[in-house]
């Protein structure tokens, strides 16, 4: 088997990747109008005029819950291919991922005694 055989469907993927968003944009380049008015120029094409300042403070809970929301998220995710290998691997490596989830576990008591779970 050539190497090029191994990545013939790389190559098409790497294609279709680059050449759809480029053809994507033309097309729509092609289909919006180009006519540009007054109210087209203006900060706020709606004609609503912002009310107060641009400039608001949210509350540093909304981002805790988001970050504690992604990193759980994506430590679960390392989960799936121990999963779906399971029978091939030994007792050590099954020890290792109880020690993850273990850790996982004491992280999301940690938070949720610090109320990064509370949204109110």
Known sequence: MLQSDKYEYFWIFLLIV???PAIIFWISELVIPTSKGSEKSTSYESGIEPLGEACIQFQIRYY????????FDVETVFLYPWAMSFYDFGIVPFIEALIFITI??????YAWRKGALEWS
């Open 64 to 71: 805790m819950f988001a970050l504690v929301f992604v990193i």
């Open 104 to 109: 996982l576990i004491v992280g999301l008591v």
């Open 18 to 20: 680059v050449f759809l």
